[in-house]
Antibody, heavy 123, light 106 residues
């Protein structure tokens, strides 16, 4: 059974870079049928897609975050990572990683999801 | 990018039918997906491609599409169905989530 686990610092200072890693177990990140995505959820609010990556390194980013986001993949470790630069308090959220199912040429639905990790931006 | 609009809340009594809508101009051309999120938990996919149900999801969950609106229907609602529900869609420019609907089981 495929599982995803987020890891990284729970506290980041304003203006610094948020860095998280998602480790995939029970399956290969190099599958041709999937992208791998990051989604976040501010406390008490809804879901926001951040971006997704294919094992080859091809990426899709949310246009509203694109200038600050970098997603990378390490197939040797079965991991993919998120970097979000110049963070502010508005970036405080639970960050989820998830498998993003490819349909024809575009990634569509997320299943399964990791348990999520809370990242707080504060000095 | 486009938007998906959901009602903030829906209330239903146990055993009745709950309908949660999601509206968006792109929906006639794009599939919709539905997620259930209980407090403190990660979202779970309950419907994909408008009306397909993943394995392990109870049959009381169903989805439909008509024009610019997709609907998640929960028949014979149970107390355990109380949760937030999110719709989602995608195209070549990216992925969008609706704002979420809180389903309250009275």
């Amino acid at each position: 059974q495929l599982q995803l686990q987020e890891s990284g610092p729970g506290l980041v200072k304003p203006s610094e870079t948020l860095s998280l890693t998602c480790t995939v177990s029970g399956g290969s990140i190099s599958s041709s049928s999937y992208y791998w995505g990051w989604i976040r959820q501010p406390p008490g609010k809804g879901l926001e897609w951040i971006g997704s990556i294919y094992y080859s390194g091809s990426t899709y980013y949310n246009p509203s975050l694109k200038s600050r986001v970098t997603i990378s993949v390490d197939t040797s470790k079965n991991q993919f990572s998120l970097k979000l630069s110049s963070v502010t308090a508005a970036d405080t959220a639970v960050y989820y990683c998830a498998r993003h199912r490819l349909d024809v040429v575009v990634p569509h639905w997320f299943d399964p999801w990791g348990q999520g990790t809370l990242v707080t931006v504060s000095s | 990018s486009y938007e998906l609009t959901q009602p903030p809340s829906v209330s239903v009594s146990p055993g009745q039918t709950a309908r949660i809508t999601c509206s968006g101009d792109a929906l006639p051309k794009q599939y919709a997906y539905w997620y259930q999120q209980k407090p403190g938990q990660a979202p779970v996919l309950v419907i994909y491609k408008d009306s397909e149900r993943p394995s392990g999801i109870p049959e009381r969950f169903s989805g439909s599409s008509s024009g610019t609106t997709v609907t998640l229907t929960i028949s014979g609602v149970q107390a355990e169905d109380e949760a937030d529900y999110y719709c989602q869609s995608a195209d070549s420019s990216g992925t969008v989530f609706g704002g979420g609907t809180k389903l309250t089981v009275l």
